[in-house]
Structures are given as structure tokens and as C-alpha cells.
């Protein structure tokens, strides 16, 4: 069978020099029962996933200090080989900080605490956090070794740091793009190489040259730190880029503009929230009488219950946003 050769342009994915434009689906495997894993994948196959974006959770694997845990539903060797078995590409999110609502952004404890303690300074080029990372990256690839693209694995993609210069990094650009590149360069060196290397780009965050910058967008921002009514948004209209100054808005209130040049770039997502979250500063609540009606959607401060008890289109006169249904992607290679 013909090796796949990926790359892109400022349009599109391209594979075998045909354009892409592949459907990704997120699934954290250290978060779901190893021995349910396959049914999932094949579900998001049928729902027309072509590639899954997973994170390597740092805490979930040394918790304690040099006590290392890949078994079960943390054994990243098995789930990629699940993922081909079942024809699955895979974008291997190695971090070493992910966030993915994870406790320390996936940073184990005893870590947090050395930097608590003045040991180390984390997200830099510190010497001595790069020497954690260093392990860390170690065990990713002592897994992978055998499942890259390169070996004719199911790896086609690599995420260096999430939000990185925006949730957290320093304030110098300079400095935040040096660090982006040692990380690379020590992924690379163990072996984590794939095709595509990204970095998410929304808010400001570093994007070095040679990355491939991926956005998000969501309907809502439970991040916010506000409970007032949210203004309509825009991610979902047709744009060339967009960039969803919301996200992780805890962190970075409302910050905005790339790190990268838009015009090199096909606009790729790692993150699009379709959905509404409820959580501790923010709830969606039925409004009945006046003009709204029943059938409205209102924010408002949570009461116990976190709960979505439905979502509908609101009677205001504001701009109205529609996704168009029956839109065909062009598929990975066949």
C-alpha cells in the first residue's frame, strides 16, 4: 500500500498533493474504560470522524513522582494501536501542559509544588523543568515507537503546549516562541515526528514559524467572568479566519490578534464548541412571560443545578447564524 505523503498550503490539508479537509473528533483515552475504547472509536467513524485528537495527561501517568502508570485505560501503546485497528489517524496532543480541564492543566502535583517551592520555573526553558519534560517526553514516544506516521502508524499529527501565551507563558513573544521550539526539537528527538505539527493559535498565543496554527470557536464562553447576557457570535459564519477572544477569557479578558501570518495558513480548528455549559458563574435558564416567552434561552447566576434544560433560537432581533447542512468534506486519502 502507497504511503500517504501529507502537507498543506495556505488553502487546505493536502494528501498525495489532492486537497483534505478531514472531520476531527476529540477522545481522551485515559478518560474512558480501555475495554470500550474500539465501540467508541467505530461510533465516531460512523458519525464521520476521520481523525482523533487525544491529549497525553501528564498527571494521569506520574501522579507520584517516578512512579509511572501507562496500564489500563493509561496505556497510550494500546490505544493507538486500537486507533489502527480501526483505521483511525490519529493527533497525538503531547503537551507537556494540556488544560483540557484537567487539574494543573495535566501538570502532576508534585511538579506544581516544586515550582511552589522556588525549584523550577514552569512553561519556560528552565533547565530543570526541561529536564522533567525531557523524561516525560521519553515515555510518550517509548509507547508510540512504532505507531508514527513515519513507521506507517496511525500518528499524522503532533500538538506542542496548548494556549500557550495566552493561558499562562510569559509576556515576552521572544521568549514564549524559543520555548515552543526547544519543545519541538526535544519531541523530534525522541522520535515524536509526524506531518503536521500545530499549536493552537486563538488569544494571542505563540505560534512559531513551521507550526501549523489551529483555532476554536464556541457558541458560548463559560469561561467568562461575567454573568450578563453574551453578545451573538460570529464563529460560525463563513470568514476566512476567526479568532474566538473568549476562550480561556478567565485567564486573558477578551485578548486577541495572531502570533502567526493568517495569510499562510488554511483555517484548521482543534477546539469548536457547538453546545452550551452550564458552570459556577454561568447557567442557561428558561425566561417565561413578557416578550421572550417560553421557548427563550437567558444567562443568569446558577442556582444548584448546573443542568442545560434545552436550547432554542431566541425571538430578539439580532443577527441570526445558520451552518449549512449536507456540506460534503473532501476525505482523507482512499
Known amino acids: 500500500m502507497k504511503k500517504e505523503i501529507y502537507s ?16 476531527m473528533g476529540e477522545f481522551h483515552f485515559s478518560r474512558y474504560p480501555e475495554k470500550e475504547w474500539r465501540s467508541a472509536l467505530e461510533n465516531m467513524k460512523l458519525g464521520g470522524v476521520e481523525i482523533t485528537a487525544t491529549y497525553v495527561f501528564w498527571i494521569h501517568h506520574e501522579e507520584a513522582e517516578r512512579e509511572w502508570d501507562f496500564s489500563e485505560r493509561r496505556n497510550l ?15 497525538l496532543r503531547i503537551g507537556p501542559w494540556a488544560h483540557g480541564e484537567c487539574r ?45 506516521h513515519k513507521d506507517g502508524g496511525p500518528v499524522i499529527g503532533i500538538q506542542i503546549e496548548n494556549e500557550y501565551g495566552h493561558a499562562g507563558g510569559p509576556s515576552d513573544r521572544e521568549e514564549g516562541m524559543a520555548h515552543m521550539r526547544t519543545l519541538r526539537a526535544m519531541a523530534e528527538k525522541k522520535g515524536l515526528e509526524a506531518p503536521y505539527v500545530s499549536a493552537t493559535g486563538w488569544g494571542g498565543a505563540y505560534v512559531p514559524g513551521s507550526f501549523l496554527p489551529v483555532l476554536g470557536g ?9 454573568t450578563h447576557e453574551l453578545a451573538a457570535s460570529e464563529n460560525f459564519l463563513f470568514q476566512p479566519f476567526h479568532d474566538d477572544a473568549n476562550i480561556a ?17 488554511p483555517y484548521l480548528t482543534a477546539e469548536l464548541g457547538g453546545g452550551t455549559a452550564g458552570n459556577g458563574k454561568q447557567a442557561h435558564l428558561p425566561v417565561s412571560g413578557g416578550h421572550r416567552g417560553t421557548d427563550d434561552l437567558h444567562v443568569g447566576s446558577r442556582g444548584k443545578s448546573d443542568r442545560i434544560l434545552y436550547v432554542s433560537r431566541r425571538r430578539e432581533s439580532r443577527r441570526e447564524i445558520f451552518h449549512p447542512a449536507g456540506v460534503e468534506s473532501y476525505r482523507l486519502c482512499q
Open 8 to 23: 498543506y498550503n495556505s488553502e487546505y490539508l493536502t494528501c498525495n498533493g489532492s486537497p483534505i479537509l478531514p472531520i
Open 77 to 91: 501503546k494500546a490505544f493507538l494501536n486500537c486507533c489502527r485497528e480501526v483505521g483511525m489517524k490519529v493527533w
Open 104 to 148: 494543573n492543566g495535566g501538570f502532576p502535583d508534585w511538579l506544581v509544588e516544586k515550582e511552589r517551592r522556588g525549584e523550577l520555573t514552569l512553561r519556560t526553558d528552565d533547565p530543570q523543568y526541561l529536564r522533567y519534560v525531557d523524561v516525560f517526553f521519553t515515555k510518550i514516544a517509548e509507547l508510540a515507537d512504532g505507531y508514527m
Open 218 to 226: 464556541y457558541v458560548d464562553a463559560p469561561w467568562a467572568n461575567h
Open 249 to 265: 477569557s478567565d485567564f486573558s479578558e477578551g485578548q486577541s490578534g495572531f502570533t502567526f501570518d493568517a495569510a499562510e495558513f
